[in-house]
């Protein structure tokens, strides 16, 4: 019944989607008589998705190497700038492993300068549906143990999520803006988390803050199936790695 619910819902945003495209297209051409500049917005939308479709195919195999570079160099941002804590931070990636976002490994690269399909570095944890086309998604430590359970919640599908273990919740994440952009995570101990995720093809930074500052710091890899992290020391929980992972998986579905 659930598998059922889920593919319907699935059949329903793909007919919205057609539909939004017929009108999008109808509108097109009716304006297009009074004001012959708006094929041309039209063609560069066009391109603007093939663009983002050509990284996610051009990341559609293993990552191959794929180096950690400094986060000044990657952000371009001054290193007198920088947290205080970036010199001595933990570094991880997170991987999407399949074309439909399953399964989103997360690993240790501590000590290492690349990373590699050879050489990728010390898994930590696995995302991966409970059944093919399941909505709920299981949390795999290294030795492929369950840990928790994602699901939503809430009346809204897609906007409120947790993580139970053992029934008890260990996070709750909720979706702050409309173009996804914006999280705010609660743990199960009391921290609160806001996390701006990157933003289509415009904007390749994430950025979580705790405390009233940056404690995670990451960039959009080579492809966008790797996001690399930085995590202030003594903040990389199981826990939140898991979350990131889950943001990373929701991301490439968006």
């Known amino acids: 019944m659930i ?7 699935g059949f329903l945003r793909l007919l919205t989607l057609t539909v939004a495209i017929v009108l999008f297209a109808g509108g097109i051409i009716a304006v297009s008589v009074e ?8 063609v560069l939308l066009v391109v603007a998705v093939a663009v983002r479709n050509c990284r996610r195919w051009r990341g559609s195999t ?21 947290p205080a804590w970036l010199d ?21 690269a501590a000590d290492r300068d690349m990373v590699s399909s050879e050489s990728p570095g010390t898994l930590c944890l696995r995302l991966e549906p409970r059944f093919r086309s399941s909505p709920l998604v299981r949390v795999l430590d290294a ?6 359970i994602i699901r939503s919640e809430g009346l809204v599908p ?22 996804r952009k914006r999280h705010a995570l609660e743990l199960a101990n009391g921290d609160s988390w806001t996390f701006d995720t990157p933003f289509f093809w ?25 996001w690399f992290i930085y995590i202030e020391p003594g ?19 968006w």
């Open 202 to 226: 415009w904007q390749w930074h994430l950025t979580g803050i705790a405390f009233g500052a940056p404690r995670l710091l990451g960039r959009v890899g080579p492809t966008m199936r790797l």
């Open 88 to 108: 001595d931070a933990r570094r991880y990636y997170s991987e999407i492993g399949g074309e439909s976002a399953d399964p989103v490994s997360v690993f240790d």
């Open 143 to 148: 030795g492929g143990r369950e840990e928790g």
């Open 62 to 82: 293993s990552h191959g190497t794929a180096g950690l570079v400094t986060f000044e160099e990657s952000h371009g941002v001054e290193k007198s700038r920088m």
């Open 35 to 42: 004001v012959p500049w708006i094929p041309w917005i039209a």
């Open 3 to 9: 598998r059922f619910a889920w593919e319907l819902l």
């Open 235 to 253: 903040r990389d929980a199981f826990d939140l790695l898991a979350a990131v992972a889950f943001m990373h998986r929701q991301w490439w579905h």
């Open 158 to 179: 897609g906007v409120r999520y947790a993580m139970r273990r053992n029934g008890e919740a260990v996070w709750k994440l909720s979706v702050r803006s409309i173009v």
